[in-house]
């Protein structure tokens, strides 16, 4: 089992930037995909951004330029978010797929205010 904390939400004025954590229980090397989720009010949760064991990242369109996804080869994955938009409202999630099994975290609020 591995439990997932995530950290670094808050409230930041548009044009910002925070960075997010993503705390695991344990060493979570052996991780086949790493994501963040989100999910904005009245809307469903969406794929923002990917990385592989390899390195290899991707992002939604929304947010490619502006985000950045990164983990410490051990027990942590970041989120670097930079020029935030009003849009970018939403819980984070964390969500790390190891040997066919889902962990997600349990979210951390960002609103960003225009």
């Known amino acids: 089992q591995v439990q997932l904390v995530e950290s670094g939400g808050g409230l930041v004025q548009a044009g910002g930037s925070l960075r997010l954590s993503c705390a695991a229980s344990?060493?979570?090397?052996?991780?086949?995909?790493m994501c963040w989720y989100r999910q904005a009010p009245g809307k469903q949760r969406e794929l923002v951004a990917v990385?592989?064991?390899?390195?290899?990242t991707n992002y939604a369109d929304a947010v490619k330029g502006r985000f950045t996804i990164s983990d410490d080869n051990d027990k942590t994955v970041y989120r670097q978010m930079n020029s935030l938009k009003a849009e970018d409202t939403a819980v984070y999630y964390c969500?790390?797929?190891?040997?066919?099994?889902?962990?997600w975290g349990k979210g951390t609020l960002v609103t960003v205010s225009s």
């Open positions: 969500n790390v797929l190891i040997a066919n099994t889902n962990y």
């Open positions: 344990r060493s979570i090397f052996s991780f086949n995909v």
């Open positions: 990385i592989s064991r390899g390195g290899h």
